[in-house]
Each structure stands twice: as C-alpha cells, then as structure tokens.
C-alpha cells in the first residue's frame, strides 16, 4: 500500500496562489493514478484534477480549470497541485488520493469511491 501526506496549505487573499505537495511513500508511485479532492465546511467531498500515471494529459473540474494545474514527478515520489488566482469558494481542506493501476486505462477517475488511498488534508483558506 501507499502512504500519503500533504502539505503547502494556508491562508491567502483571493487571487494569490499556493502550491500543494503530496509526498506518497511505500510501493512504487508510478503505478498510482493521482487525485485531489476538496471538501469544504458543511459540503460533501468533491472531486478538484487528477492526473494519470504517465503524467500525461490531466483532468479537471470545470470549477478550477484554466485556474489549477496537477503534476507529478515520479523520481520524487510526489504530485503537486499549482493553486493560480484563488477564490474565496475555493476555501476547503484538499485530500490527496490514490488509486493503484496495471497502466494507463484512458479513463479519468474522478469519484472519490474510485481511490484506495487518501491522505490527512490540508487545510486552504482564502479571504475576500
């Protein structure tokens, strides 16, 4: 199995940026297809990019597109997510998830029932 921790998470004013790291540890991450979830206070989890083994070609939601950027670098262990003109909506504690893949289906995962493995959040504010 997989573990994962996320940082890079804090306070910033609506349209300033952060970028969050998710450092997996255990079997090899290059087998896992990433995510980033988001859930924010009295709403249910959600589903923000994931981005496939290869790196190659991301999926977003609609809500953060144009905005957000998931990368991964395999040699480390970690995928990134790139956090670009923030909203106040966009406050919510973001989950980095795994799923184990064989290889690269060209389907995009973006139900958080899909994944394996999740790590401890990361809390994002962003004020008006």
């Known amino acids: 199995q997989v573990q994962l921790v996320e940082s890079g998470g804090g306070s910033v004013q609506a349209g300033g940026s952060l970028r969050l790291s998710c450092l997996a540890s255990?079997?090899?991450?290059?087998?896992?297809?990433m995510g980033w979830f988001r859930q924010a206070p009295g709403k249910e989890r959600e589903f923000v990019a994931t981005i496939p083994r290869s790196g190659r070609s991301p999926y977003y939601a609609d809500s953060v597109k144009g905005r957000f950027t998931i990368s991964r670098d395999n040699a480390k262990n970690t995928v990134y997510l790139q956090m670009n003109s923030l909203k106040p909506e966009d406050t919510a504690v973001y989950y980095c998830a795994a799923r184990e893949m064989p290889y690269d289906s060209g389907s995009y995962y973006v139900d958080q029932k899909e994944y394996e493995y999740w790590g401890q959040g990361t809390q994002v504010t962003v004020s008006s």
């Open positions: 255990g079997r090899t991450f290059s087998s896992y297809v």
